[in-house]
């Protein structure tokens, strides 16, 4: 049996055992027992981002996201272009690739009822661009909490790139993008409990910019948060399969924890530690 196989039959024993357990112990054991069971089998692929140095659009994730889509047995994705406001165009580019890799690609501004389409997806990918737009519109659909029912609760497989990686973390406190419009809350879909800063960049050696660095920028973050903050390079990923979270790609990321040194990982390093209390 596959990993993911013998993941999905855990976490489906664990249901059973919650169905035993309700009669005779209390609600919040109940809830504590599917919240276990959800998370087990949660699917979430973040990119720092889709356009990467010397590749072509995606090309960069070809064959770590066609595997994941496999894995997943999903040959249908729902994709939420609310980072651009030319929704039909953004589509369309994306949804070129990914038929070009035999995938269909639907795009959820085409639906009449967003919520419904949700619920009816077999993936749900959120594409990159200005994180306060796409955010903004996730709330005026009132698809925040849809969205997360479906991923941690219906173990629905979630694909994010710069904006969409951000707005599946805690909040988009750490983006990169201009406040060009106002969400009601900069809270995002709290699929993972700690924040995330895409594309982030190292301070170039030698260079004569004196602003702020990204270290820099994370480091006034923690003055006010305690939530720890994962700088990931473009071409890096991470991937969250159940209760363990990895990093994949191309290049390592950097961890920055408050009061602590900050941390180089590596490639095919180990995250699974972020994920708790999620």
């Not at 609760?153 to 973390?169: D, E, L, M, W």
Request: hydrophobic share 35%.
């Amino acid at each position: 049996m596959s990993r993911a196989g013998g993941g999905r039959l855990l976490a489906l024993s664990l249901l059973v055992l919650l169905c035993c357990l309700s009669s005779c112990h209390g609600a919040k054991n109940r809830n504590r027992m599917y919240s276990l069971a959800s998370r087990m089998s949660r699917q979430i692929f973040l990119m720092s981002s889709s356009a990467v140095y010397g590749y072509e659009y995606l090309q960069h994730a070809e064959k770590d996201m066609i595997e994941y889509f496999r894995k997943n047995n999903v040959y249908r994705v729902l994709f939420i272009p609310y980072a651009l406001k030319n929704h039909e165009a953004y589509t369309e580019k994306v949804g070129s690739v990914l038929r070009r890799w035999g995938f269909e690609c639907e795009g959820i501004h085409r639906k009449p009822n967003p919520v419904q389409a949700i619920n009816e997806a077999q993936a749900i990918y959120i594409g990159g661009g200005n994180t306060f737009l796409l955010l903004k519109t996730l709330y005026d659909n009132n698809l925040i909490e849809p969205i997360r029912e479906r991923v941690m609760n219906h173990h629905i497989p979630y694909i994010g790139s710069s904006a969409g990686t951000n707005v599946a973390t805690r909040s988009i406190q750490t983006t990169n993008d201009m406040p060009i419009i106002y969400p009601p809350s900069f809270d995002g879909l709290r699929l993972v409990p700690f924040n995330i800063n895409p594309h982030y960049l190292d301070p170039e050696e030698g260079g004569k910019h004196k602003g702020e660095t990204r270290e820099e920028r994370i480091s006034q973050f923690h003055e006010l948060n305690d939530a720890p903050v994962l700088g990931l390079r473009e071409g890096c990923t991470m991937v969250v399969d159940g209760e363990k979270a990895t990093l994949i790609g191309s290049y390592g990321a950097r961890l920055f924890r408050k009061g602590r040194e900050p941390e180089e990982l590596k490639i095919g390093a180990d995250v699974s530690f972020l994920l708790e209390g999620n």
